[in-house]
């Protein structure tokens, strides 16, 4: 009975995250915002809603896979929310308009003090091959990406 | 089907299943009319937390912990998927 009643509290409030975090990206202006809760709150869910599972069953190998499964989500989200959040800033996807700090556009125009725009990393292939020892993290981005760009054409 | 139909951990599982589509439906509205691309993908990767969540309540449901497997899966799967498309969206602008 006891098992019961924890493992109802565990799904009832995994659920709960489930539908906040998506009111939450319904609701929010942003993507970065959106980003936020759903990156969070799906995975605080998920991982509730699986330790309610656990306590159901209340098994040993139930429970060791729920671990695991628990373990490689705490891995994976954040890894994925900043890989989405990364890609979408070099997209250059707009801000909201009442955001506080952006230290990124400051760090990379800190960087290359000559681009103005912080998207404006396009590089041409005579940058990419004749890296300056100057800017070293900033050069190595773009030979990379030049790089590939080179096989692709 | 239904091991017992009239316990608390029936109930509970069937308002979370309840809960569960709902937000999925909000989702699938972020998803179908996200103004950019990268919405669409943040979307989905909640999309496939979701859908492991009502793995986890059907498994409380019917009393048949085999779905856990599918979980498991699942979450793998939605993690390279999330990893490619934002590895596609960086790289593959130019």
């Known amino acids: 009975m006891i098992l019961e009643i924890i493992s109802s509290i565990f799904l009832l409030a995994g659920s709960v995250f489930f539908l906040i975090s998506s009111i939450g990206i319904l609701r929010f202006p942003d993507l970065y915002t959106r980003m936020h809760a759903a990156t969070k709150g799906g995975a605080f869910g998920a991982v509730l809603m699986l330790m309610g599972v656990a306590v159901h069953f209340a098994e040993l190998w139930i429970s060791i896979e729920v671990l695991l499964v628990i373990i490689f989500i705490f891995l994976t989200a954040p890894v994925a929310g900043h890989m989405i959040g990364r890609a979408a800033y070099l997209l250059n996807t707009p801000l909201w308009n009442d955001t506080v700090i952006d230290e990124w556009c400051v760090d ?9 725009s912080r998207m404006d990393t396009a590089p041409s292939i005579e940058q990419a091959t004749s890296p300056s020892p100057d800017n070293e993290g900033v050069q190595r981005r773009e030979t990379d990406s030049g790089h590939s760009a080179a096989q692709e054409n | 089907m239904f091991a017992d139909s009239t316990s608390l951990v029936h109930l509970s599982a069937t308002i979370s299943l309840a809960l569960l589509v709902v937000a999925l439906f909000a989702a699938l509205l972020r998803l179908m009319r996200g103004p950019a691309l990268p919405d669409r993908v943040v979307a989905l990767d909640l999309v496939s937390a979701l859908v492991i969540g009502i793995i986890a309540a059907y498994c ?34 130019r």
Request: proline share 2%.
């Open chain 1, 108 to 116: 990379l125009q800190h960087e290359q003090s000559s681009i103005p």
């Open chain 2, 60 to 93: 409380v449901l019917t009393g048949i912990s085999l779905f856990l497997n599918a979980a498991a899966l699942l979450a793998l799967i939605s993690f390279l998927g999330t990893v490619a498309f934002a590895r596609y969206l960086e790289k593959g602008i």
